[in-house]
């Protein structure tokens, strides 16, 4: 699996508060991120069907 780099704008005050349950969570800020968006993409597929990926397509 290749990992891609993803750059994102967030407010000082938010990314602060993403360090802090980040820490509490034994984690880092990416790791934290990470385990957002699996959730998420989890719950998505779950309502709404397994997300086919097109390896052609793929970035």
Do not use: P, W
Request: proline share 0%; hydrophobic share 35%; charged share 30%.
């Amino acid at each position: 699996m290749a990992i891609k780099n993803l750059s994102i704008r967030i407010d000082s005050d938010m990314l602060h508060k993403l360090h802090v349950v980040s820490d509490y969570e034994g984690r880092s800020a990416n790791s934290q991120i990470n385990i957002l968006i699996r959730d998420c993409v989890k719950t998505f597929e779950k309502e709404h069907g397994e997300i086919e990926i097109n390896k052609n397509k793929r970035n």
